[in-house]
């Protein structure tokens, strides 16, 4: 497999039309259990003329002991950055695409504070389709760009932060739940979980408003 280096090649050019970028991606949207996540990094022209950090790609081509470093690194060469969440019972609610907005207008609001100017700002997200303008409660200017994650270091650095930070929180999860081993799976529907939930049913957090039993085993 030919692993592609992100670079900030668009971000570059993007941001000689707009004062600033904020990238979003997310992580755990087809989890059986657990909330998902966006993670959100701003990048401001300083950042990029830096350097991309070292050993940073999309998460799932970064090994699962090296996260953690690239994920520091990544928080400390963007300006700022947040992960957002949405709930197991809200994605139960509102449905997960509702729900993805919510976690990527909170993780906005978190990354800006009263520093950055959202408004101002070109968001950029990993896909083809604009989750979060039909959520957020400001306008916002927003480019769906299938393969960010891999192309775009600025999205690169939110996938990673949002994969560390959500399989943290699985892991913790665990220690609740031990027989749906979330600390090796984070949630997804590895044999072993779908065995614990036949044998155990669903926890608080499952997703229980999906056909869980004849969701596809990932692992």
């Given at each position: 497999?030919?692993?592609?280096?992100?670079?900030?090649?668009?971000?570059?050019?993007?941001?000689?039309?707009?004062?600033?970028?904020?990238?979003?991606?997310?992580?755990?949207?087809?989890?059986?259990?657990?909330?998902?996540?966006?993670?959100?990094?701003?990048?401001?022209?300083?950042?990029?003329?830096?350097?991309?950090?070292?050993?940073?790609?999309?998460?799932?081509?970064?090994?699962?002991?090296?996260?953690?470093?690239?994920?520091?690194?990544?928080?400390?060469?963007?300006?700022?950055?947040?992960?957002?969440?949405?709930?197991?019972?809200?994605?139960?609610?509102?449905?997960?695409?509702?729900?993805l907005g919510l976690a990527a207008s909170r993780a906005i609001t978190a990354a800006c504070?009263?520093?950055?100017?959202?408004?101002?700002?070109?968001?950029?997200?990993?896909?083809?389709?604009?989750?979060?303008?039909?959520?957020?409660?400001?306008?916002?200017?927003?480019?769906?760009?299938?393969?960010?994650?891999?192309?775009?270091?600025?999205?690169?650095?939110?996938?990673?932060?949002?994969?560390?930070?959500?399989?943290?929180?699985?892991?913790?999860?665990?220690?609740?739940?031990?027989?749906?081993?979330?600390?090796?799976?984070?949630?997804?529907?590895?044999?072993?979980?779908?065995?614990?939930?036949?044998?155990?049913?669903?926890?608080?957090?499952?997703?229980?408003?999906?056909?869980?039993?004849?969701?596809?085993?990932l692992f």
């Open positions: 497999m030919v692993v592609v280096e992100p670079s900030l090649v668009l971000e570059r050019r993007l941001l000689r039309e707009h004062a600033l970028l904020i990238a979003l991606d997310e992580v755990g949207r087809g989890a059986l259990a657990g909330p998902v996540a966006v993670g959100a990094t701003v990048v401001d022209a300083a950042a990029a003329r830096r350097r991309v950090p070292h050993g940073l790609r999309d998460s799932k081509l970064v090994p699962e002991k090296r996260r953690p470093e690239v994920a520091e690194r990544a928080g400390a060469w963007a300006p700022a950055s947040a992960v957002g969440w949405a709930a197991s019972t809200e994605i139960d609610e509102i449905g997960i695409m509702r729900a504070g009263e520093v950055w100017d959202a408004s101002a700002a070109l968001v950029i997200l990993d896909g083809n389709h604009d989750y979060v303008s039909a959520v957020h409660p400001a306008p916002l200017t927003v480019r769906s760009i299938i393969k960010a994650d891999r192309d775009c270091a600025s999205v690169a650095a939110a996938s990673v932060l949002a994969k560390v930070a959500r399989d943290a929180l699985m892991v913790e999860l665990s220690g609740e739940y031990p027989d749906y081993q979330w600390e090796r799976n984070k949630g997804y529907a590895s044999p072993e979980h779908r065995e614990a939930i036949r044998r155990g049913g669903l926890t608080r957090h499952h997703r229980s408003s999906w056909a869980i039993m004849d969701a596809p085993t």
